[in-house]
């Protein structure tokens, strides 16, 4: 065997092989040194050589397990979500999320921003931050919080309750706003399921499928009921609709608006729609202009007519309202009034004991031939027979008093007449 006496050699040769795979060697220890001018033995220059072998069949399996290490990484990195957006995805199986009953959270500058919770099925998602956190009953599912106090900018309410947005049944839904809450406080998340709240502040949807729009105050505890905006509203009643200020809508299919100018305004039975309106109400049709209640009036309507603050329904009768004006000669309306059968009724629709006066419709119209058709008398045609009648009549009665005053003086001459013969 050739001798190596040169100890550099040796170690430019384990350099050489090293560099040669491409990384960095495993510390290698050699038996044996040899000194210039000592002879090396075949045995140590053998071990020499093991040693080295040994280490480079080391640095052989360890490349190999770096291979297959990198080979798995470029696999796994093609199927990553990644930064400027992933290609050849499918809905159906890739996702961003949990494979256990872990939640997620999305946070931005470390705040949390989006919480998605896993529940037994339909999952809670919470938006906004943990300073002003909201509040869902344990066992709730498929309830979505928005924004509002959930993004934490009020710290007082950290352990105050009432001043978080809070989701005690399945299904609610609380999009905004600040305090409110959705569902029922009780011992079941079900009983008031499909709960909302739009907006506002300290704001209850409690009924099953209830709902309140903004608004601050107001409770929609009824099922399917609504508290619409204003304040201190309350629909109690099952499909009940509370709107405005301090309406009350206590009984079933109520709607009640109120203008807040009394402490509380309530509906008194079901199926009733209640205004409470100190400006009046006002009716239009085609109106573009600002709706007006003229003084005096409590129901305004763009046709003229209203009915008054004191009770009295009022005719639109201004002259500039009208045209086509013809003279009536009031002997002949009276004439046909002196044929209209005039009877005392009751209508179908109200108990027989509440009796009417006056002519049907048919027998009016057959007469006159007013209003929109026959089965209608509008009160100021009916006026307005009337009072030609009368006219008619005063004629009637003047003509008899011209008569009369004739009669009176032709008898006062004949009684002057006989007086003198009986003088004579
Ligand atoms: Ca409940």
Redesign the pocket.
């Given at each position: 065997m050739k001798t190596i006496r040169n100890k550099h050699l040796w170690s430019s040769l384990l350099v050489g092989l090293v560099v040669a795979g491409g990384v960095m060697a495993s510390n290698v220890t050699l038996p044996h040194a040899f000194q210039p001018n000592s002879p090396a033995r075949a045995s140590e220059v053998n071990a020499n050589f093991n040693a080295v072998k040994s280490s480079v069949d080391d640095n052989h399996g360890r490349l190999s397990t770096v291979e297959t290490s990198v080979a798995t990484l470029q696999t796994a990195n093609g199927q990553n979500w990644k930064r400027g957006g992933n290609t050849g995805t499918s809905m159906a199986t890739d996702y961003i999320g949990t494979a256990d009953n872990q939640g997620l959270e999305l946070r931005v500058n470390t705040s949390r921003a989006v919480q998605i919770l896993p529940t037994a099925s339909a999952p809670n998602v919470v938006v906004g931050g943990s300073e002003c956190p909201a509040s869902l009953?344990a066992g709730v599912k498929g309830v979505f919080v928005g924004g509002g106090n959930a993004i934490g900018t009020y710290a007082d309410c950290v352990g105050v309750a009432a001043e978080r947005h809070r989701a005690?049944?399945n299904n609610v839904a609380l999009v905004g706003g600040y305090g409110n809450a959705a569902?029922?406080?009780?011992?079941?998340?079900?009983?008031?399921e499909y709960a909302s709240v739009l907006g506002g502040t300290f704001n209850e949807a409690r009924g099953r499928a209830a709902a309140v729009i903004g608004g601050e105050g107001n409770v929609a505890s009824g099922s399917h009921s609504a508290a619409m905006a204003g304040s201190y509203n309350q629909a109690g009643g099952i499909s009940a609709i509370a709107m405005g200020v301090r309406a009350n809508a206590a009984h079933n299919n109520s709607l009640v608006w109120s203008d807040g100018s009394v402490t509380t305004f309530a509906s008194g039975a079901i199926n009733q729609f209640a205004i409470n309106a100190a400006g009046g109400v006002y009716f239009g049709r085609g109106v573009t202009a600002v709706a007006t209640v003229p003084s005096g009036a409590f129901i305004a309507t763009s046709t003229g007519a209203t009915l008054s603050t004191g009770g009295a329904w009022t005719n639109a009768s201004d002259v500039a309202l009208k045209k086509n004006l013809a003279p009536v000669k009031g002997q002949e309306v009276l004439e046909a009034v002196k044929s209209l059968p005039v009877y005392t009724w009751n209508y179908k629709s109200e108990g027989d004991g509440v009796r009417h006066i006056g002519p049907t419709a048919q027998d009016f119209a057959a007469r006159f031939s007013l209003g929109q058709d026959d089965k209608h008398i509008a009160t100021v045609d009916a006026d307005g027979v009337a009072l030609a009648a009368i006219k008619g009549l005063a004629q009637v009665v003047e003509e008899q008093r011209a008569v009369i005053e004739a009669q009176r003086k032709q008898l006062a001459g004949l009684e002057a007449r006989l007086s003198a013969i009986e003088k004579h």
């Open positions: 009953t005690y049944d569902g029922s406080n009780d011992a079941t998340v079900t009983n008031a």
